[in-house]
């Protein structure tokens, strides 16, 4: 989890993001954070057996956090 975010900073090094809550599934993962422009996103992470990120769902509102 932490190289799926560290990436996403390297890549966007104007990124700021605040945790807002996490909730942990079975194989799952779902991030909310307020984003670089204060508005809400949602990232839903899926993992294999072998705990790598399979799948990622990413959501994003206009909603201010």
């Not at 993962?29 to 399979?54: M, P």
Request: charged fraction near 15%; include cysteine; hydrophobic fraction near 40%.
């Amino acid at each position: 989890l932490h190289d799926f975010f560290s990436k996403a900073i390297a890549t966007y090094p104007h990124m700021n993001m605040h945790l807002i809550e996490a909730a942990i599934g079975i194989s799952s993962i779902t991030v909310w954070y307020a984003n670089h422009r204060g508005t809400r996103t949602s990232a839903c992470l899926e993992f294999d057996a072998a705990g790598k990120i399979q799948r990622n769902l990413t959501h994003y509102s206009d909603w201010k956090a």
